[in-house]
């Protein structure tokens, strides 16, 4: 009978002992989600960060556009301006 128990024991130690890995792999499990929230955010973050970067350029480029074209129309502007005074030097009674 004392080796009935021993045995019943045993099993219990074991199934103890099952649990208690188990919840070692749990929580080894729980701070990896951890770590990978902590960088999801800081990648969310730095994505954020990015964007706002990204916005300011946006804005540079069509106020860049805007001074490219203005100064675009002035070359023609002038460059139709300088002919036409050309023309009328070497061609004055058209």
């Known amino acids: 009978m004392a080796e009935t128990q021993a045995k019943r024991l045993d ?10 890995d188990a919840m070692i792999s749990l929580a080894r499990a729980e701070e990896k ?12 973050e730095r994505l954020n ?3 706002a970067k990204l916005d300011d350029i946006e804005k540079k480029v069509d106020d860049n556009a805007r001074t490219v074209q203005v100064i ?3 070359f023609w502007i002038v ?10 030097q070497h061609f004055p009674f058209i």
């Open 11 to 20: 099993r219990i130690e074991e199934k103890i002992d099952k649990m208690t």
């Open 33 to 44: 989600l951890i770590a990978i929230e902590q960088n999801n955010h800081a990648n969310f």
């Open 49 to 51: 960060r990015f964007s």
């Open 72 to 74: 675009n129309r002035l």
């Open 79 to 88: 460059a139709v301006a300088m002919s036409s005074v050309v023309v009328t």
